[in-house]
């Protein structure tokens, strides 16, 4: 079977006038946006860059991600896409890690940029270096589209080796079971260097609908932006969604153009979720990885509001099991293994952490994602932590998520984390760390959360703090936490 990996000319001859992407103030059409692709295909092509190179991109959100993304199949370079949030250091390992031919970069990152790798451009540049002649070249379905890195918490990043199956498959099954429309409009504000491109990005755009590039996330410009250019569906993770929602602006907005909202990268916590829905918002939790590229489950809006925590079910070309820490088929909690086209073709570079995601069972490839899931007799699916956080306290398992679940109802409650540390009794225990909305006292959580949760899953430590420390894409790094609390107990 062949795709067309080169669909963006399609778009374009289809509906040339049809707005394509906001930015900087004005509309681009489908037919400039691919313009702009072949001029920048041409633009590499004129330094030399083949088949197979490496081409970075160093930058906040910017047309160039786009330009670079729909170049990619014409030339068959592979954009390699570095988060600027990181240290000097530790870009420089991803640098010499991938080897780049060259690297792009937003104005943001210029000085940086030149640190960082000898030969740099402006993005911007993409449209005026000396053009070259395109090659004859057909992307194929196994060819890497993207190099994207994991959002690993610990030592270097994994480069996932993206292929281009999987792209046009998570396209073509988030159109039909996520129910876009051609008229629909969202906001790409989550980072364009991590899964922003394969989420919703390229569903839209390949459905011919229309997307605004916010460069850097601003809570009143977004809400601006939603009401004044009449805004269909959010999709953010949980921290920007609860930075809206505290906003001064929020109350007043106008959202009255957004059919639903769907939450990524990390479970939404309840008061988040109710403040879009008294807005009548309709609000739906969604569950994907990089290497599995980027929507793995779907629900429909009812069944979503009836079961809030739940993610949904497989998307119509997924398989999910679970599998338990015997690496037998467990019928209702275990490890979630993923299988299907949407799976990453392996880690650039990196057989021994392939070998240990990808295994073969019973002759189907299936990606083992870390996440411990359950599953309800109707065959949903809920996601209840990464398997290396839970944590065993007196022979009990403890899953932060739930134990989040429950502080999250405290009205004190701004944000929170709960990990596990060591300890000498019990062998581990819980350490919540909370962001606090107003003061409260250590034992008013305790007695709150007996009330709630089993005597051995409320956390012995809390840790108060200004803010949780997160990743590029909004996560929050537990890791750091533990070695906060390592740190003081030393």
Known sequence: ????????????????????????????????????????????AGQGIQKGDRVGVLSQNHLGYL????????LGFIPTLFNHRLSETELLGLIEYTAPKNLFYGEDCAGLASRLHPSTFPLESLQTLPAGLLPPYRAGLEDTALILFTGGTTGLPKGARIPYRQLLTNAVQTCMSWGLRPEDRYIVATPMFHAALNALCTPMLYLGASVMIQEKFDPAGYLRWVAEHRVSLLFLVPTMYQMLAQHASFAASDLQSVRWAI?????????????????????????????????????DL????????SVGRPMPHLWARLVDAEGREAEQSGELWLSG????SGYYQRPDDTRAALVEHQGQLWLRTGDLAQRDEAGRYYIVGRAKEMFISGGENVYPIEVERALYDHPAVLECAVVGVPDDR???????????????????FRTYLKGRLAGYKVPKHFLFVAELPK??????LKSELVSRFRGQHA
């Open 471 to 476: 990743s590029g894409p909004g996560k929050i």
């Open 67 to 74: 330009e670079l993304y729909f170049a990619a199949p014409l």
């Open 263 to 299: 939450s990524g990268g990390a479970p939404c916590p309840a008061p988040v979720r109710q403040a879009f829905q008294s807005k009548q918002i309709r609000f739906k939790q969604g569950y994907g990885l990089t290497e599995c590229g980027v929507n793995c489950f779907t629900l």
């Open 426 to 444: 019990w062998g581990e225990v819980g350490l919540a760390a909370i962001v606090l909305k107003s003061p409260t006292s250590e034992e008013d």
């Open 341 to 344: 086209p949407v799976v990453m």
């Open 302 to 309: 009812d069944e979503a509001e009836a079961f809030p925590e």
């Open 1 to 44: 079977m062949e795709l067309n990996a080169n669909w963006l000319a399609r778009l374009a001859a289809y509906h040339p006038d049809r707005p394509a992407v906001f930015w900087r103030g004005r509309w681009i059409s489908y037919a400039e946006l691919y313009r702009r692709a072949v001029r920048a295909a041409e633009s590499l």
